[in-house]
Protein backbone atom coordinates (compact mmCIF):
# COMPACT_ATOMS: atom_id res chain seq x y z
CA UNK A 1 0.00 0.00 0.00
CA UNK A 2 1.40 3.64 -0.82
CA UNK A 3 1.22 6.31 1.79
CA UNK A 4 2.72 9.23 -0.46
CA UNK A 5 0.77 11.74 -2.63
CA UNK A 6 0.13 10.58 -5.67
CA UNK A 7 -2.00 12.46 -9.01
CA UNK A 8 -5.32 11.80 -9.80
CA UNK A 9 -6.80 10.79 -12.96
CA UNK A 10 -7.41 14.09 -14.37
CA UNK A 11 -3.89 15.55 -13.29
CA UNK A 12 -2.61 13.33 -15.69
CA UNK A 13 -4.98 13.37 -18.45
CA UNK A 14 -5.92 17.35 -17.99
CA UNK A 15 -2.93 18.26 -16.54
CA UNK A 16 -2.69 22.24 -14.91
CA UNK A 17 0.25 23.28 -17.25
CA UNK A 18 -2.05 23.26 -20.42
CA UNK A 19 -4.08 26.04 -18.90
CA UNK A 20 -1.14 29.23 -18.89
CA UNK A 21 -3.40 31.86 -17.27
CA UNK A 22 -5.29 32.14 -13.46
CA UNK A 23 -8.62 32.49 -15.74
CA UNK A 24 -7.37 29.08 -17.77
CA UNK A 25 -6.42 27.63 -14.28
CA UNK A 26 -10.13 28.57 -12.99
CA UNK A 27 -11.85 27.43 -16.33
CA UNK A 28 -10.44 23.91 -16.06
CA UNK A 29 -11.72 23.56 -12.33
CA UNK A 30 -14.74 24.62 -13.44
CA UNK A 31 -15.29 22.22 -16.32
CA UNK A 32 -13.94 19.01 -13.94
CA UNK A 33 -16.88 19.96 -11.53
CA UNK A 34 -19.13 20.68 -13.63
CA UNK A 35 -18.48 17.89 -16.18
CA UNK A 36 -18.59 15.26 -12.84
CA UNK A 37 -21.66 16.50 -11.54
CA UNK A 38 -23.53 15.87 -14.73
CA UNK A 39 -21.89 12.12 -14.76
CA UNK A 40 -23.82 11.86 -10.98
CA UNK A 41 -27.11 13.29 -12.69
CA UNK A 42 -27.05 10.93 -15.30
CA UNK A 43 -26.27 7.86 -13.16
CA UNK A 44 -29.56 9.24 -10.99
CA UNK A 45 -31.64 8.74 -14.11
CA UNK A 46 -31.02 4.41 -13.95
CA UNK A 47 -33.58 3.82 -11.19
CA UNK A 48 -35.02 0.68 -9.85
CA UNK A 49 -38.04 1.53 -7.54
CA UNK A 50 -38.99 -0.58 -4.93
CA UNK A 51 -42.76 -1.40 -3.66
CA UNK A 52 -41.79 -1.26 0.17
CA UNK A 53 -39.61 2.31 0.34
CA UNK A 54 -39.64 5.67 -1.15
CA UNK A 55 -35.46 5.27 -1.83
CA UNK A 56 -34.51 3.89 -4.86
CA UNK A 57 -31.47 2.14 -6.06
CA UNK A 58 -29.46 4.28 -8.52
CA UNK A 59 -26.50 4.57 -10.67
CA UNK A 60 -25.14 7.28 -8.66
CA UNK A 61 -23.24 5.40 -6.07
CA UNK A 62 -21.03 4.59 -9.36
CA UNK A 63 -20.63 7.93 -10.67
CA UNK A 64 -19.56 9.33 -6.96
CA UNK A 65 -16.99 7.04 -6.48
CA UNK A 66 -15.68 7.68 -10.04
CA UNK A 67 -15.62 11.03 -9.42
CA UNK A 68 -13.58 11.00 -6.25
CA UNK A 69 -11.44 8.74 -7.51
CA UNK A 70 -10.84 10.66 -10.97
CA UNK A 71 -10.72 14.29 -9.28
CA UNK A 72 -9.24 13.66 -5.95
CA UNK A 73 -10.67 14.90 -2.20
CA UNK A 74 -11.37 18.26 -2.49
CA UNK A 75 -12.35 18.28 -6.37
CA UNK A 76 -14.35 14.91 -6.04
CA UNK A 77 -16.32 16.97 -2.68
CA UNK A 78 -16.76 19.76 -4.65
CA UNK A 79 -18.39 18.11 -7.37
CA UNK A 80 -20.76 15.97 -5.64
CA UNK A 81 -21.44 19.63 -3.23
CA UNK A 82 -22.25 21.19 -6.46
CA UNK A 83 -24.88 18.71 -7.48
CA UNK A 84 -26.26 18.94 -4.17
CA UNK A 85 -26.89 22.38 -4.74
CA UNK A 86 -27.85 21.83 -8.52
CA UNK A 87 -30.57 19.73 -6.92
CA UNK A 88 -31.98 22.12 -4.84
CA UNK A 89 -33.51 24.09 -7.86
CA UNK A 90 -32.68 21.89 -10.89
CA UNK A 91 -34.56 18.31 -11.26
CA UNK A 92 -31.52 16.58 -11.40
CA UNK A 93 -31.81 14.21 -8.38
CA UNK A 94 -33.35 10.48 -8.99
CA UNK A 95 -37.08 10.54 -7.74
CA UNK A 96 -38.52 8.65 -4.91
CA UNK A 97 -41.22 6.09 -5.33
CA UNK A 98 -44.13 8.00 -3.74
CA UNK A 99 -43.03 11.00 -6.59
CA UNK A 100 -42.53 8.86 -9.79
CA UNK A 101 -44.19 9.79 -12.66
CA UNK A 102 -42.65 6.31 -14.53
CA UNK A 103 -45.74 4.74 -14.64
CA UNK A 104 -46.57 1.24 -13.62
CA UNK A 105 -43.03 0.10 -14.35
CA UNK A 106 -40.03 -0.50 -11.74
CA UNK A 107 -37.17 0.16 -13.48
CA UNK A 108 -36.11 3.45 -15.44
CA UNK A 109 -33.24 4.14 -17.84
CA UNK A 110 -32.17 7.37 -18.83
CA UNK A 111 -34.85 8.31 -20.79
CA UNK A 112 -37.42 9.62 -20.21
CA UNK A 113 -35.59 12.72 -18.17
CA UNK A 114 -37.57 11.75 -14.65
CA UNK A 115 -35.32 14.07 -12.18
CA UNK A 116 -36.35 15.81 -9.11
CA UNK A 117 -35.24 18.58 -7.11
CA UNK A 118 -36.54 20.63 -3.82
CA UNK A 119 -34.94 20.66 0.09
CA UNK A 120 -33.30 18.03 1.58
CA UNK A 121 -34.82 18.00 4.52
CA UNK A 122 -38.17 17.14 2.25
CA UNK A 123 -36.72 14.04 0.77
CA UNK A 124 -36.58 10.74 2.71
CA UNK A 125 -33.36 10.04 0.81
CA UNK A 126 -31.58 13.34 1.19
CA UNK A 127 -29.47 12.50 3.60
CA UNK A 128 -27.91 9.93 1.09
CA UNK A 129 -26.85 12.96 -0.76
CA UNK A 130 -25.23 14.56 1.88
CA UNK A 131 -22.85 11.08 1.91
CA UNK A 132 -22.41 11.80 -1.68
CA UNK A 133 -20.19 14.60 -0.85
CA UNK A 134 -18.66 12.78 2.25
CA UNK A 135 -18.28 9.33 -0.29
CA UNK A 136 -16.43 11.21 -3.13
CA UNK A 137 -14.07 13.03 -0.40
CA UNK A 138 -12.89 9.80 0.75
CA UNK A 139 -12.51 8.35 -2.38
CA UNK A 140 -10.30 10.93 -3.70
CA UNK A 141 -8.46 10.46 -0.07
CA UNK A 142 -7.54 6.92 -1.58
CA UNK A 143 -6.81 7.91 -5.10
CA UNK A 144 -4.18 9.87 -3.60
CA UNK A 145 -2.77 7.32 -1.62
CA UNK A 146 -2.74 5.49 -5.14
CA UNK A 147 -4.65 3.00 -4.19
CA UNK A 148 -6.48 2.50 -7.60
CA UNK A 149 -3.57 1.22 -9.17
CA UNK A 150 -3.04 -1.62 -6.16
CA UNK A 151 -5.16 -4.20 -4.29
CA UNK A 152 -6.49 -2.41 -1.96
CA UNK A 153 -8.53 -1.04 -5.36
CA UNK A 154 -11.85 -2.37 -3.76
CA UNK A 155 -11.14 -1.64 -0.16
CA UNK A 156 -11.21 2.36 -0.41
CA UNK A 157 -14.32 1.54 -2.34
CA UNK A 158 -16.08 -0.19 0.17
CA UNK A 159 -14.95 2.29 3.29
CA UNK A 160 -16.20 5.79 0.76
CA UNK A 161 -19.77 3.93 -0.23
CA UNK A 162 -20.02 2.77 3.36
CA UNK A 163 -19.83 7.11 4.54
CA UNK A 164 -23.33 7.24 1.78
CA UNK A 165 -25.02 5.02 4.67
CA UNK A 166 -24.42 7.12 7.66
CA UNK A 167 -26.32 10.44 6.80
CA UNK A 168 -28.55 8.57 4.90
CA UNK A 169 -29.42 6.25 7.61
CA UNK A 170 -29.47 8.48 10.12
CA UNK A 171 -31.65 10.83 8.54
CA UNK A 172 -34.37 8.13 7.02
CA UNK A 173 -34.77 7.24 10.63
CA UNK A 174 -36.07 10.38 12.15
CA UNK A 175 -38.12 10.77 9.26
CA UNK A 176 -39.76 7.76 9.88
CA UNK A 177 -39.40 8.40 14.15
CA UNK A 178 -41.31 11.87 13.92
CA UNK A 179 -44.13 10.55 11.41
CA UNK A 180 -42.71 12.72 8.97
CA UNK A 181 -45.39 13.44 5.93
CA UNK A 182 -44.61 12.33 2.76
CA UNK A 183 -45.29 15.51 0.25
CA UNK A 184 -46.12 13.44 -2.39
CA UNK A 185 -47.99 10.57 -0.90
CA UNK A 186 -49.70 12.71 1.92
CA UNK A 187 -48.99 10.15 4.36
CA UNK A 188 -46.39 9.30 7.40
CA UNK A 189 -42.93 8.08 6.14
CA UNK A 190 -43.46 5.03 8.28
CA UNK A 191 -46.77 3.73 6.51
CA UNK A 192 -44.85 4.12 2.84
CA UNK A 193 -41.89 1.43 4.70
CA UNK A 194 -42.01 -2.31 5.34
CA UNK A 195 -40.98 -3.27 9.02
CA UNK A 196 -42.27 -2.64 12.66
CA UNK A 197 -39.88 -0.41 14.62
CA UNK A 198 -38.11 2.59 13.75
CA UNK A 199 -34.82 0.26 13.63
CA UNK A 200 -36.77 -2.34 10.82
CA UNK A 201 -38.30 0.22 8.71
CA UNK A 202 -34.58 1.81 8.43
CA UNK A 203 -33.30 -1.19 7.34
CA UNK A 204 -35.09 -2.44 5.21
CA UNK A 205 -36.05 0.94 3.68
CA UNK A 206 -32.35 2.43 2.99
CA UNK A 207 -29.95 -0.70 3.76
CA UNK A 208 -31.45 -4.08 3.04
CA UNK A 209 -32.66 -3.76 -0.27
CA UNK A 210 -29.33 -1.49 -1.66
CA UNK A 211 -26.58 -4.08 -0.69
CA UNK A 212 -26.75 -6.40 -3.87
CA UNK A 213 -26.68 -3.18 -6.32
CA UNK A 214 -24.14 -1.68 -4.02
CA UNK A 215 -21.54 -4.74 -4.40
CA UNK A 216 -22.26 -4.47 -8.22
CA UNK A 217 -21.19 -1.11 -8.62
CA UNK A 218 -18.59 -1.54 -6.53
CA UNK A 219 -17.13 -3.79 -8.81
CA UNK A 220 -18.27 -2.22 -11.93
CA UNK A 221 -16.09 1.17 -10.51
CA UNK A 222 -12.98 -1.23 -8.99
CA UNK A 223 -12.77 -2.60 -12.62
CA UNK A 224 -13.29 1.27 -14.34
CA UNK A 225 -10.44 2.86 -12.15
CA UNK A 226 -7.31 0.69 -12.93
CA UNK A 227 -8.26 0.21 -16.39
CA UNK A 228 -8.80 3.97 -16.72
CA UNK A 229 -5.11 4.17 -15.11
CA UNK A 230 -4.40 1.58 -18.01
CA UNK A 231 -6.04 3.38 -20.70
CA UNK A 232 -4.54 6.63 -19.46
CA UNK A 233 -0.92 5.50 -19.02
CA UNK A 234 -0.64 4.49 -22.17
CA UNK A 235 -2.20 7.61 -23.77
CA UNK A 236 -0.01 9.79 -22.45
CA UNK A 237 2.67 7.87 -23.05
CA UNK A 238 2.19 7.41 -26.74
CA UNK A 239 1.59 11.28 -26.85
CA UNK A 240 5.24 11.71 -26.17
Not at 80 to 91: D, E, K, Q, S, V
Not at 112 to 139: E, H, K, Q, R
Not at 158 to 170: A, D, E, H, K, M
Request: aromatic letters at 12%; glycine letters at 12%.
Amino acid sequence: MQLTSQPVLVDILYPKNLASTTTGRIAREIILLVGFASFVTICAQIIIQLPFTTVPITGQTFGVLLAGGALGAWRGAGALTLYLIAGLFLPIYAPSSASSVIGDGTIHFLFPWNGNSGLLWDMSSGGYIVGFVLAAWAAGIFARKGWYQTPWNIGGLIISNSLIYVPGLLWLAFLISSNWIHPAAGVPLSELILGGDTLEKTLIGGLYPFILGDLLKLYLAALALPAAWIAVTKFKGNSH
